[in-house]
C-alpha cells in the first residue's frame, strides 16, 4: 500500500496547495483586472451565498471518511471499510444532487434576498455542478487520506486547478468578448441596449463572472471523474488475502449512522465557519454605505476613478473580498492541509489509546503549522501594499482600497493558520460541536465589530479587518487550548512559538531592510515589483537560515521525503 507518515503526507500535501495557490493567483489576478472592483462584488457576493451550502453539503465528508478509513484500518477490519466507502458514495452523491437542483431553483431569488443584486443569481447557478461533484469527490478524498495515501487528493487538486484556470478564464475572456462583439454591431449587450461601452461591460458583469465559475464547475466534474477512475484502475492497497481476514461487516444502517454521526456535526462547524464570509457580505455594503453618506470627502480618493457615491460600497466590499481577503486566505488553506494530513494518524493513535502518540504527531503538526504562520503573516502586514501592486497592477482605485485591509489582516493570517488544523483534529478527537461553539461565538464578535466599526468613515476600509482580527484571536486561543485539552497533550511551547516567531521576526526584519536599502540606490531605477520579490526572496533565504539553525522540523521533513524508512516519519 502507497503509505506515507505525517512529515511525508504533509510534504506532499504543501506542495500540491502551494502549487495550486500559485496556479490559482494565475486565474484570480487576470480575473480580477477582467471584472474590477464592482464585477468582484457579484463574483464574491455569489461566493459568500454558495460557500455555506457547500460547507454543509461536502465539508464533513472527508474527515467522516478519514476517520472511519483510519478505525478500519486500525483494527483491520478491511472488509468493512470497502463497504464503508460503497455505502457513503451513494448516501453522499444522492445529498449532492438534491442540493444541487434546489441551488438552482433557489438561486435568483437568494441573490436578490441577501445581496440586492438579482444580476448575481446567475453566477451561483453556474456554480451548482460543483456541490454533487465535490461531494462525490470527497468521498474517495477521504477515504484514501484515511489510508495514509495523500497522492490521490494531491492530484485530484492540481488537476482541477489546471483545468479551473483553463476553462475559468477561457469563458470569462470569451464572454467578454461576445458582449463587446454585440455592442459594437447592435449597440445592446446581452439584448439590454446601451448608450456607451463602459455601460455595456457594466452589464456584462455578471455574465462574465458566470462564465468563470461554468468553468470552475467543470473543473470540478474532471477532478471528480479522475480520482474515480484511479481508484477503479489501481485500486486501494487492499488484497482479497486481507479481505478474507475478517469478512463481517455492519449493517447497512449502522453504517450510515456513522457517516451522519461524523459528519453532519463537522459540516455544521463549517457552515459556521463561513459565517465570517457571510457577516461580510451582509454588512460590509450597508455599513459602507452609511458611512459613505456620513462623510463622503473621505472617500473621495477612490470616487477620481469614475465611480459614483452609490457604487461604492459595492466597489469596497469587492476590493477587500477579491484583493485584501483574497491574499490573506492564501496561507491558512497551506496550514489546514497539515491537519488534512495528521488526521488519520492521530485517530489511528486515538483508537488505540496511544496518547503518547498523539501528544507526538498534535505538537509536529503545530510546529509546522508556526514556521508557515508566523514569517507569512508578519510579511504580508510589512509589505501589504507592494504584495497588492505586484499580484493586481494597474488597478490602483482597488489596491487603495485593500491596502489599509491587508496591513491588519496579516495578525489574522498567523491566527487562522494556527487554528485551522486545529479544528480538524478536535473533530477526530470527537468533540465537533466545541469547534462550531467557538466559531458561534467568534462570528458573534465579528458581527458587533463589523457595525461598530464600518459606518465609522475613518474605519471603513479597514473595519472589517479589525474585527476579523479581534474574532481570530478570540478563536485561536480557545481552539488551542481545547485541543491540547482533548488530547491530553503538553504543548512543547518552544518548539512550536518561540523558534518560529523569532525565525519570522528575523525575517521580517531581513525583508524591511531589504526593501528599504534598494529603494534607497538612486544609480539604477528598479521597478516596483523587482524590488518586492528581491524583499520577499531575501527574507525568505534568512527565515532558511534561522530556522535551520534553531529547529529540527526542518531536517526532519527533508528526510521524510527521501528516505524510505524513517523512524521519525510517523
Not at 300 to 310: I, P, V
Request: aromatic share 8%; proline share 4%.
Amino acid at each position: 500500500m502507497n503509505k506515507q507518515g505525517f512529515l511525508k503526507g504533509s510534504a506532499i500535501l504543501l506542495f500540491t496547495v502551494t502549487f495550486t495557490k500559485a496556479l490559482g493567483l494565475l486565474y484570480r489576478i487576470p480575473l480580477t483586472r477582467l471584472l474590477g472592483g464592482s464585477g468582484m462584488g457579484y463574483y464574491s457576493s455569489a461566493y459568500c451565498i454558495f460557500t455555506p451550502v457547500m460547507a454543509v453539503a461536502s465539508a464533513g465528508i472527508p474527515s467522516a471518511m478519514a476517520r472511519l478509513a483510519a478505525e478500519n484500518y486500525a483494527f483491520e477490519r478491511f472488509a468493512n471499510l470497502r463497504k464503508t466507502k460503497r455505502v457513503a458514495a451513494v448516501l453522499f452523491t444522492c445529498i449532492g444532487l438534491v442540493l444541487t437542483g434546489a441551488v438552482i431553483l433557489l438561486a435568483a431569488p437568494a441573490a436578490q434576498l441577501l445581496t440586492g443584486h438579482k444580476n448575481a443569481g446567475i453566477v451561483i447557478a453556474c456554480l451548482a455542478p460543483t456541490l454533487l461533484f465535490c461531494t462525490v469527490m470527497s468521498v474517495w478524498r477521504g477515504y484514501f487520506e484515511g489510508l495514509h495515501n495523500m497522492y490521490p487528493t494531491a492530484v485530484s487538486e492540481i488537476i482541477e486547478t489546471l483545468f479551473k484556470l483553463a476553462l475559468g478564464l477561457g469563458f470569462a475572456y470569451f464572454t467578454n468578448t461576445r458582449a463587446l462583439n454585440e455592442f459594437s454591431h447592435l449597440g445592446t449587450c446581452f439584448g439590454t441596449a446601451c448608450s456607451s461601452k463602459e455601460q455595456a461591460l457594466l452589464i456584462a458583469l455578471p455574465y462574465v463572472a458566470a462564465a468563470s465559475v461554468f468553468g470552475t464547475s467543470l473543473s470540478s466534474g474532471i477532478a471528480c471523474i479522475y480520482i474515480m477512475a484511479r481508484s477503479k484502475i489501481k485500486g486501494d492497497g487492499i488484497t482479497p488475502r486481507m479481505l478474507q481476514k475478517d469478512p463481517v461487516t455492519d449493517a447497512t444502517g449502522d453504517t450510515l449512522r456513522r457517516l451522519l454521526r461524523y459528519s453532519l456535526p463537522v459540516s455544521l462547524a463549517a457552515l459556521i465557519t463561513t459565517l465570517t464570509g457571510m457577516i461580510d457580505m451582509l454588512t460590509v455594503n450597508p455599513c459602507a454605505a452609511a458611512a459613505v453618506s456620513k462623510s463622503p470627502q473621505t472617500f473621495s480618493h477612490l470616487l477620481e476613478g469614475g465611480l459614483t457615491a452609490q457604487q461604492l460600497p459595492n466597489f469596497i466590499y469587492g476590493s477587500y473580498e477579491a484583493l485584501a481577503a483574497a491574499v490573506a486566505g492564501l496561507v491558512p488553506t497551506l496550514t489546514a492541509m497539515l491537519g488534512k494530513s495528521a488526521l488519520a494518524g492521530i485517530t489511528e493513535s486515538f483508537a488505540k489509546g496511544d496518547n503518547k502518540a498523539v501528544c507526538s504527531r498534535l505538537n509536529k503538526m503545530m510546529t509546522l503549522c508556526a514556521m508557515i504562520a508566523f514569517p507569512s503573516g508578519l510579511g504580508i502586514s510589512l509589505l501589504a501594499e507592494n504584495i497588492l501592486s505586484l499580484l493586481f497592477s494597474g488597478r490602483n482605485a482597488e489596491i487603495a482600497a485593500a491596502a489599509p485591509s491587508l496591513r491588519i489582516l496579516g495578525a489574522a493570517v498567523v491566527l487562522v493558520s494556527l487554528s485551522l488544523p486545529c479544528f480538524t483534529i478536535l473533530q477526530a478527537l470527537g468533540k465537533p460541536r466545541t469547534v462550531a461553539l467557538i466559531m458561534i461565538l467568534g462570528g458573534a464578535l465579528k458581527l458587533c465589530g463589523n457595525i461598530l466599526l464600518i459606518r465609522i468613515p475613518r474605519f471603513t476600509l479597514t473595519g472589517a479587518a479589525i474585527s476579523t482580527v479581534a474574532s481570530e484571536l478570540f478563536i485561536c486561543i480557545a481552539t488551542l487550548l481545547l485541543t491540547y485539552k482533548a488530547a491530553n497533550a503538553r504543548c512543547a511551547a518552544r518548539e512550536v512559538f518561540v523558534k518560529p516567531l523569532y525565525a519570522g521576526l528575523m525575517s521580517t526584519a531581513a525583508a524591511f531592510l531589504a526593501e528599504r536599502s534598494i529603494s534607497k540606490i538612486h544609480i539604477f531605477t528598479f521597478k516596483p515589483a523587482f524590488v518586492t520579490l528581491f524583499a520577499l526572496g531575501f527574507s525568505v533565504i534568512v527565515y532558511l537560515f534561522v530556522t535551520a539553525l534553531l529547529c529540527e522540523m526542518p531536517k526532519n521533513v527533508l528526510k521524510s521525503l527521501f528516505c524510505k524508512k524513517n523512524r521519525k516519519n510517523t
